[in-house]
C-alpha cells in the first residue's frame, strides 16, 4: 500500500507539466489574439505558419478546447488516483461523471463554434442583401472565408474528433482497471449482503433455539 504513492509520482509530475504548459500556452494565445502583449518569438519562422492557421482555423475556439482538455486530463488523472487506491464508489463515479462531462463539452464546443462561425460568416457576408447581390459569387465566397466559415468547419471537426480520442483514451487507459474496480465494488457488496443475511440466520436460530426448550419443558410439566 505505501508505494502506490510514489508509483504514481511520475504520471502526477509529467501530467503537472502538461497541464502547466497547456494552461500557459491558452494563456499566451489569448493575449495575443486580443493583441494585449506582443511577443518577438512569433516572428520566428517557423511559429508564424502554426499561428496563421490557429487564427484563421480555430480563432479564439482555442481557449474552450485547450480549457476542456486541460480539465479532462486532470480530471482522468484523479479518476485513476482514486480507482488505484480503492476510493469510494461515490467518489469513483464522481469523477468518471465528470470525465464524461468534460468529453462532452468538447463535442459541444465545436457544434457552438460552428453556430457562431456561421452565423458571424453569413452576416459578414450577405449582411447587406443590396450589396451582395451586386457582387459576384467568388466576392461571396471571399467574403464567406474571411467571416470565419472556415473557424465554424474546423472547429466541428476538431470538436468531433477531439472527443472520441478523449473517450479511446479513457478506455484505453483505465477501461480495464475501471471494471475490475466495479468487478471488486460488487463483491464487496454481494459479501456484506451474504454476512448480513448468514447473521440474521443467525441470530434466528438462536430464537429457536431458546424458544424450543421451553415448549419442551411446559409439555414435560403437563
Not at 518577438?40 to 479564439?60: C, F, H, K, S
Not at 456561421?118 to 467568388?138: H, T
Request: proline share 4%; hydrophobic share 50%.
Amino acid at each position: 500500500m505505501a508505494s502506490r504513492p510514489s508509483h504514481g509520482f511520475i504520471p502526477g509530475l509529467l501530467l503537472g507539466v502538461v497541464l502547466s504548459l497547456v494552461v500557459g500556452t491558452i494563456t499566451v494565445y489569448f493575449l495575443v489574439m486580443l493583441d494585449v502583449v506582443s511577443i518577438a518569438l512569433l516572428d520566428v519562422p517557423e511559429i508564424q505558419p502554426v499561428l496563421a492557421w490557429l487564427t484563421r482555423n480555430l480563432g479564439m475556439s482555442v481557449v474552450p478546447f485547450g480549457i476542456t482538455l486541460a480539465l479532462y486530463i486532470n480530471n482522468l488523472q484523479r479518476l485513476a488516483w482514486h480507482v488505484d487506491h480503492g476510493s469510494p464508489l461515490d467518489e469513483v463515479a464522481q469523477f468518471e461523471h465528470l470525465t464524461d462531462v468534460w468529453t462532452s463539452l468538447f463535442f459541444g464546443i465545436g457544434v457552438i463554434w460552428t453556430a457562431i462561425g456561421m452565423r458571424s460568416a453569413l452576416l459578414f457576408a450577405l449582411g447587406d442583401p443590396g450589396a451582395a447581390a451586386d457582387m459576384g459569387a467568388f466576392v461571396v465566397l471571399q467574403r464567406l472565408v474571411d467571416g470565419g466559415i472556415l473557424t465554424a468547419l474546423t472547429t466541428t471537426i476538431l470538436g468531433g474528433i477531439g472527443g472520441y480520442l478523449m473517450r479511446v483514451t479513457k478506455s484505453f487507459f483505465l477501461g480495464a482497471r475501471l471494471s475490475r474496480y466495479y468487478e471488486e465494488q460488487d463483491q464487496r457488496q454481494s459479501a456484506r449482503v451474504e454476512r448480513l443475511l448468514q447473521d440474521i440466520r443467525e441470530s434466528m436460530g438462536g430464537i429457536t433455539g431458546l424458544t424450543v426448550p421451553a415448549t419442551c419443558s411446559l409439555a414435560q410439566d403437563k
